[in-house]
């Protein structure tokens, strides 16, 4: 059964790109471990809602983990230039698989396996390249099951590192600073083999549970694992204010958080730039929201197939809503305003964080709900279980920065 995990708004992929290394002569297999979990840090500010109570116990990561399975996957490191340690840790805080890499050259990725819904840790590594010279790398890709670190598939050849959104992998030029990449690919969650190919003509922008979004010189379509076309850009129906001769459609903002079920178009004309935004299912292209121009809609996922768009509807192009996106023969669900200077900060456990000026409140994506407005509690979690505790970032009493678990509303 998949999580119902929140994510929180970052890039959902993890990147530590670099000049990368050769590998080192370290294992790199996936070891199974029975650590205990760490002491509950000091804390002095109070957990925002809906956490509760204690902390629970010291999470072992030294960057912000995500909720796969039953498990917390997160990375941890020492002194600079160590090894990179990826750990598995459980609802009760015991770390139960880990596996290193080196740190200049890998990332990770939550997939969704369209065949049982599981959720893949995708791992990124260096190999050495047999054809390419004594210290000729190759970076792969493989994926490991959340629960017991069991190799899924792996390891597959790819041109870089994660880019996004879902299991796309390009090389990117330069630095990290660049946003410049080279051709990408993007993978099968399910078996790791090539879905779209950059240099076979179409370059892939979006892939969910196997599918994935892409474009060429003249289309803009979805193709299911086997290549296989679900719909293109001409199969859409066009919003009725944009029917006109010389609106374009093309890829709109992408998932703040990784990947969703749902993905947004901008359409433009040459007369007036852009004109709107729309939400499409990706599987059928079936069209969820028509969006005013003013603010380019946010895209989170909600987990179990389901997409929170923060937008601005067009027939109210001052105003901004949250909606939750369950399905396309759903109509979208209004949840409730969103404030011209709050920003989702985060998606945990249903709750959908928004931080306005120097204070954050809630809203319940399932119900519509809004809690109360908060300054002093502590920031926003990043990850949840299901029917688990939930992780944040706090500062110790020490001034040492570190993640914990508090226990949510659904705790057992």
């Not at 996936?30 to 109570?53: C, M, N, Q, T, W």
């Not at 080196?102 to 590594?125: Q, Y």
């Not at 630095?175 to 083999?193: F, H, I, Q, W, Y």
Request: proline residues 10%; glycine residues 10%; negative net charge.
């Amino acid at each position: 059964m998949p999580s119902n995990a929140g994510r929180a708004v970052v890039l959902a992929v993890t990147l530590l790109v670099g000049a990368c290394a050769p590998p080192g002569t370290e294992d790199a297999a996936v070891r199974l471990v029975d650590d205990p979990a760490l002491p509950p840090p000091e804390v002095s500010v109070s957990p925002p809602p809906p956490l509760r109570g204690e902390p629970l116990w010291t999470a072992p990561f030294t960057s912000e983990p995500k909720a796969a399975g039953s498990m917390f996957i997160g990375m941890s490191q020492g002194a600079t230039g160590d090894r990179l340690r990826f750990l598995a840790v459980d609802a009760e805080g015991r770390t139960r698989w880990a596996t290193e890499r080196d740190p200049e050259c890998t990332g990770f990725a939550i997939a969704h396996d369209p065949r049982d819904g599981s959720e893949p840790v995708v791992l990124l590594d260096k190999e050495k390249d047999p054809e390419g010279g004594l210290l000729a790398t190759v970076t792969t890709a493989s994926a490991f099951d959340p629960d017991d670190g069991g190799r899924v598939w792996g390891p597959v050849d790819v041109p870089g590192t994660l880019v996004g959104p879902g299991l796309i992998f390009a090389a990117v030029q330069g630095s990290v600073m660049s946003d410049r990449t080279g051709p990408k690919v993007a993978l099968d969650p399910a078996t790791g083999s090539v879905i779209a190919d950059e240099e076979r003509g179409e370059t892939p922008l979006h892939e969910y549970r196997g599918m994935v979004l892409t474009r060429s010189a003249d289309t803009l379509r979805t193709i299911d694992s086997t290549g296989g076309t679900l719909w293109e850009h001409t199969d859409l129906e066009i919003p009725p204010l944009w029917e006109e001769p010389g609106v374009r459609v093309g890829p709109g903002p992408r998932p703040t958080d990784g990947t969703t079920a749902a993905v947004a178009l901008e359409w433009t004309s040459e007369a007036d730039g852009i004109l709107g935004y729309s939400v499409h299912d990706l599987a059928t292209g079936h069209l969820l929201l028509t969006l005013a121009e003013s603010r380019p809609p946010v895209l989170l996922d909600a987990g179990r197939g389901r997409t929170v768009v923060v937008a601005s509807p067009v027939d109210e192009p001052e105003s901004r809503y949250a909606f939750r996106l369950d399905d396309a023969r759903e109509a979208p669900v209004r949840l409730g305003r969103v404030g011209d200077d709050e920003r989702p900060r985060a998606l945990v456990a249903s709750t959908l964080y928004l931080a306005g000026e120097g204070s954050y409140r809630t809203l319940d994506v399932r119900t519509g709900a809004t809690g109360e407005e908060w300054r002093d509690a502590g920031e926003p979690p990043v990850a949840s279980l299901e029917n688990g505790p939930a992780i944040m970032g706090v500062e110790t009493t020490d001034r040492t920065r570190v993640f914990t678990a508090l226990a949510t509303d659904r705790t057992r």
